[in-house]
């Protein structure tokens, strides 16, 4: 007979910081807010998690999924876990046992796991969680994708790209940069789809003399390529110049993206990714909503469709851009949206620092169109996507939650039909 819950032997969750590049989608998807990082690793308080799991799929290295069989009253810290740079070995029955007995419990027969509970805010009632309709699946049409071809624990650790353009693609400003990245694999395989992203290993090492953790860049071109027919995607990077206080910045990876010149070198990971990606069958609809940089991989997908679109075989459904950031200025690719065709895409913009005007942000753009985002919340062929700050992303999903409620529609029902059908995707960090 299994002992009860409390008792000595746990699976504790963790993370293996071997392969995990620190992407923060466990954090933001973690429905009890279990997961916690600082600047070195991703880590797991075994007090929180319920083991619901929701983290598990939408992982694109499977870091996430590791366990190690533990005595309860002796688990792993978070301060332990932050401290590692490899996961610790299994421990021995045999050792378990005995550990147990010395904190005085009788190991189960069978390992302890948590039931899954729901996240309460301190009223104690159920909280409003934007994580739990986020989709772990990808819309039934999307095409296949390959995952991990590189990486810690792949054949090959890293592949080397050659840059082949470093364009400035927003105005000139004194606390950010945003450039748009073109890298070329030559002859090495590296086959991505719009909605999936790469590591990139800056040289050098930290301040422990550690070497660099990978950092995670959604891809901005399409599937074919920023230049149609070559082994090439492209990155859109922004780089924050000063802190609010006016203090210089200079981030790891970002300044060493955003400062590199045609033909230098980088080693890539990856790809990664096997939701966040586009729905491929004739009159699907796409709604995008992103700030800044998360636009990355929704640039990627307006520029398939608008490929798709120039050759005359396929016939796509609404395209729908809602897309913000602190001014104009700070907004990438805001000249080539203009130029695409009204009836190709219907964009929004929101602006939450323009001098002399209210501050206005995408979930205010979306309820003023909450008609038209009413009609494809119906529609089963019609996919939503997410990108950018954590932040935005309960204003985004509530804005949705309104809109249902607004056109009579029942929200618990459409929110489990959208994460179900892979039909809501949530990318934020």
């Given amino acids: 007979m299994n002992a009860p819950l409390e008792a000595a032997v746990i699976k504790q969750h963790l993370i293996d910081p071997e392969i995990c590049i620190r992407c923060n989608t466990c954090e933001s998807i973690c429905p009890v807010g279990a997961i916690t990082h600082d600047s070195r690793n991703y880590v797991v308080d075994v007090s929180k998690c319920n083991w619901c799991n929701d983290c598990i799929s939408p992982c694109p290295t499977g870091s996430i999924d590791n366990y190690r069989r ?68 990808p819309p039934w049409s999307a095409a296949h994708a390959y995952t991990n071809l590189y990486g810690p624990k792949a054949a090959q650790k890293t592949v080397t790209a050659t840059v082949t353009g470093n364009l400035r693609v927003t105005a000139v400003g004194k606390d950010y940069d945003t450039h748009h990245i073109v890298l070329d694999f030559g002859a090495m395989p590296f086959p991505v789809l719009e909605g999936q992203s790469i590591g990139i290993v800056p040289p050098g090492v930290d301040a422990s003399g550690k070497p660099h953790h990978a950092r995670q860049y959604s891809i901005a071109s399409p599937r074919n390529g920023e230049r149609p027919g070559h082994n090439n995607l492209s990155l859109t990077i922004k780089r924050v110049l000063e802190d609010h206080s006016g203090q210089p910045v200079r981030g790891v990876a970002s300044n060493y993206m955003c400062d590199l010149q045609v033909g230098d070198q980088v080693q890539v990971i990856g790809p990664f990714g096997t939701s966040f990606l586009m729905p491929n069958h004739p009159k699907s609809s796409i709604v995008m909503i992103c700030t800044g940089t998360g636009s990355a991989p929704m640039r990627a997908m307006t520029e398939w469709r608008r490929r798709l679109r120039a050759s005359g075989k396929f016939e796509g459904g609404k395209l729908m851009l809602f897309f913000g950031a602190r001014t104009q200025e700070e907004l990438p690719y805001f000249g080539p949206l203009q130029s695409l065709p009204k009836d190709f895409i219907d964009s929004n913009f929101a602006f939450s620092r323009t001098p002399g005007q209210p501050k206005r942000y995408v979930q205010d753009a979306m309820r003023e169109r909450a008609a038209d985002l009413a009609q494809l919340l119906q529609d089963p062929n019609a996919c939503f996507y997410v990108c950018g700050l954590k932040a935005m992303e309960e204003g985004v999903v509530l804005a949705l939650r309104d809109i249902a409620t607004g056109a009579g529609l029942n929200w618990d029902e459409v929110g489990a039909a959208l994460k179900r059908e892979g039909r809501l995707h949530l990318e934020t960090y």
């Fill in 70 to 137: 533990v005595v309860r009253a002796r688990a792993y810290s978070i301060e332990e876990q932050l401290g590692w740079d490899v996961l610790p070995a299994e421990i021995p029955a045999a050792d378990l046992a005995a550990a147990a007995a010395d904190a005085g419990e009788t190991a189960p027969a069978a390992v302890a796991e948590p039931e899954p509970a729901p996240a309460a805010d301190p009223s104690g009632q159920t909280a409003f969680n934007s994580a739990q309709y986020g989709a772990t699946i």
